[in-house]
Nanobody, 119 residues
Framework: QVQLVESGGGLVQAGGSLRLSCAAS????????MGWYRQAPGKQRELVAV???????NYADSAKGRFAISRDNAKNTVYLQMNSLKPEDTAVYYC?????????????WGQGTQVTVSS
Protein backbone atom coordinates (compact mmCIF):
# COMPACT_ATOMS: atom_id res chain seq x y z
CA GLN A 1 0.00 0.00 0.00
CA VAL A 2 1.51 3.29 -1.12
CA GLN A 3 1.45 6.10 1.40
CA LEU A 4 2.64 9.67 0.94
CA VAL A 5 2.70 11.81 4.07
CA GLU A 6 3.33 15.53 3.70
CA SER A 7 4.48 17.91 6.39
CA GLY A 8 5.85 21.43 6.67
CA GLY A 9 2.93 23.57 5.59
CA GLY A 10 1.74 26.56 7.56
CA LEU A 11 1.20 30.28 7.64
CA VAL A 12 4.00 32.59 6.50
CA GLN A 13 4.31 36.22 5.56
CA ALA A 14 5.02 37.27 2.00
CA GLY A 15 8.72 36.99 1.29
CA GLY A 16 9.16 34.17 3.76
CA SER A 17 10.17 30.57 3.27
CA LEU A 18 8.80 27.11 3.97
CA ARG A 19 10.10 23.62 3.34
CA LEU A 20 7.65 20.86 2.61
CA SER A 21 8.52 17.21 3.10
CA CYS A 22 6.86 14.09 1.79
CA ALA A 23 7.74 10.71 3.23
CA ALA A 24 6.87 7.82 0.94
CA SER A 25 6.33 4.15 1.67
CA UNK A 26 5.00 1.14 -0.22
CA UNK A 27 6.90 1.86 -3.41
CA UNK A 28 10.42 1.64 -4.80
CA UNK A 29 11.27 5.26 -4.16
CA UNK A 30 14.50 5.39 -6.13
CA UNK A 31 12.78 4.42 -9.39
CA UNK A 32 9.65 6.52 -8.87
CA UNK A 33 8.98 9.98 -10.21
CA MET A 34 8.16 12.28 -7.32
CA GLY A 35 6.73 15.75 -7.34
CA TRP A 36 4.55 18.46 -5.91
CA TYR A 37 1.24 19.86 -7.14
CA ARG A 38 -0.94 22.53 -5.60
CA GLN A 39 -4.58 23.52 -5.67
CA ALA A 40 -5.86 26.95 -4.75
CA PRO A 41 -9.54 27.54 -3.91
CA GLY A 42 -11.66 27.53 -7.05
CA LYS A 43 -8.76 26.47 -9.26
CA GLN A 44 -7.55 23.23 -10.80
CA ARG A 45 -4.68 21.29 -9.34
CA GLU A 46 -1.46 22.35 -11.05
CA LEU A 47 2.09 21.12 -11.26
CA VAL A 48 4.66 22.87 -9.09
CA ALA A 49 7.74 20.70 -9.58
CA VAL A 50 8.64 17.14 -10.51
CA UNK A 51 11.84 15.13 -9.97
CA UNK A 52 12.35 12.03 -12.05
CA UNK A 53 14.31 9.02 -10.89
CA UNK A 54 16.99 9.74 -13.50
CA UNK A 55 17.52 13.27 -12.27
CA UNK A 56 15.12 15.09 -14.58
CA UNK A 57 13.61 18.14 -12.88
CA ASN A 58 10.85 20.37 -14.15
CA TYR A 59 9.30 23.44 -12.58
CA ALA A 60 6.18 25.41 -13.29
CA ASP A 61 7.01 28.90 -14.52
CA SER A 62 5.58 30.29 -11.28
CA ALA A 63 8.09 28.25 -9.26
CA LYS A 64 11.25 28.85 -11.27
CA GLY A 65 13.89 30.76 -9.35
CA ARG A 66 11.98 30.60 -6.05
CA PHE A 67 11.29 26.92 -5.35
CA ALA A 68 13.66 23.97 -5.30
CA ILE A 69 12.70 20.31 -5.33
CA SER A 70 15.05 17.69 -3.97
CA ARG A 71 14.90 14.05 -2.98
CA ASP A 72 16.71 11.78 -0.57
CA ASN A 73 16.46 8.21 -1.82
CA ALA A 74 17.97 6.89 1.40
CA LYS A 75 15.10 8.44 3.39
CA ASN A 76 12.36 7.89 0.80
CA THR A 77 11.58 11.58 1.07
CA VAL A 78 11.04 14.39 -1.39
CA TYR A 79 11.29 18.03 -0.41
CA LEU A 80 10.10 21.35 -1.72
CA GLN A 81 12.00 24.41 -0.54
CA MET A 82 9.89 27.49 -1.15
CA ASN A 83 11.48 30.92 -0.93
CA SER A 84 10.22 34.43 -1.63
CA LEU A 85 6.68 33.26 -1.08
CA LYS A 86 3.82 35.31 -2.48
CA PRO A 87 0.13 35.46 -1.50
CA GLU A 88 -0.68 33.75 -4.80
CA ASP A 89 1.28 30.71 -3.62
CA THR A 90 -1.49 30.07 -1.09
CA ALA A 91 -2.87 26.60 -1.79
CA VAL A 92 -3.04 23.04 -0.62
CA TYR A 93 0.17 21.35 -1.70
CA TYR A 94 0.04 17.69 -2.64
CA CYS A 95 2.84 15.20 -2.90
CA UNK A 96 2.75 13.13 -6.08
CA UNK A 97 4.29 9.81 -6.99
CA UNK A 98 4.34 7.81 -10.19
CA UNK A 99 5.81 4.47 -9.29
CA UNK A 100 5.89 3.24 -12.90
CA UNK A 101 7.37 6.12 -14.89
CA UNK A 102 8.50 3.82 -17.75
CA UNK A 103 5.11 2.22 -18.29
CA UNK A 104 1.42 2.77 -17.59
CA UNK A 105 1.30 5.45 -14.95
CA UNK A 106 0.56 4.41 -11.39
CA UNK A 107 -0.18 7.71 -9.66
CA UNK A 108 -0.54 8.30 -5.97
CA TRP A 109 -1.30 11.44 -3.95
CA GLY A 110 -0.70 12.57 -0.41
CA GLN A 111 -3.43 14.06 1.72
CA GLY A 112 -2.19 17.59 1.17
CA THR A 113 -0.71 20.28 3.37
CA GLN A 114 -2.00 23.83 3.55
CA VAL A 115 0.32 26.71 2.73
CA THR A 116 -1.01 30.19 3.45
CA VAL A 117 0.98 33.29 2.55
CA SER A 118 -0.22 36.55 4.07
CA SER A 119 0.42 39.91 2.46
Amino acid sequence: QVQLVESGGGLVQAGGSLRLSCAASGLIFSTSTMGWYRQAPGKQRELVAVFGSGGYINYADSAKGRFAISRDNAKNTVYLQMNSLKPEDTAVYYCYANRNPRGPAQIYWGQGTQVTVSS
